[in-house]
């Protein structure tokens, strides 16, 4: 029998970046870390982050499961998914665009929040700019947009304490208000 050996995280890593013709700066960039550690990753001059921040999002730019490294553990407390989140992925796939080429859309400095948002550790924006911006990028229609957006906006309501069932009245208001100045400014 001949005995498989498993590959290297590192090794996983720098066949990646080879394969996206990804520079290391970049992918240092999208997953928060230094270049001189990328390179001393896949030098293996450091043994490969046991952190799971980390590893969750070189995972999440090389769209595989944190699981596919063997450093990885995964988290006690629970994940939660969102909703808007899962629709985001649909898109990228939908789109046919690699999470790489999606974050390459957004500036250098923005990246690391999307790669914290696609791996479910940021919520989508609350600012309906940025959030459509990431709609366009991805070919959203608007109305979809708008309604993450209502989404998370109740979120965000209800985490500050506000019971948006009793308040019914004047959360449609608002977001009635909120949809017709969207309307305006994108007709003006």
């Known amino acids: 029998m001949k005995q498989i050996i498993p590959e290297k ?94 974050l390459k859309a957004f500036p250098r400095k923005k990246r690391i929040d999307i790669v914290d948002i696609l791996r479910g550790a940021l919520p989508v924006p609350i600012d309906f700019k940025e959030l459509k911006l990431i709609g366009k990028t991805l070919n959203i229609p608007d109305e979809e947009v708008y309604s993450m957006w209502q989404n998370r906006m109740k979120q965000v309501l209800e985490s500050a304490g506000m019971n948006i069932y009793s308040n019914t009245g004047l959360i449609n208001s608002m977001f009635t208000c909120a949809k017709k100045y969207i309307l305006e400014q994108k007709n003006s």
């Open 9 to 102: 995280s590192s090794e996983k890593v720098a066949k990646f970046l080879k394969k996206n013709s990804l520079h290391k700066r970049d992918f240092a960039e999208m997953i928060g870390v230094t270049l001189s550690y990328v390179y001393n990753l896949i030098d293996e001059t450091v043994p490969f982050s046991t952190r799971g921040t980390t590893i969750e999002r070189i995972a999440t730019v090389m769209d595989i499961k944190p699981e596919n490294f063997s450093e990885y553990r995964i988290p006690q407390e629970p994940i939660l998914i969102d909703d808007s989140v899962e629709i985001l992925k649909d898109y990228i796939k939908e789109n046919n665009l690699s999470v790489v080429n999606f």
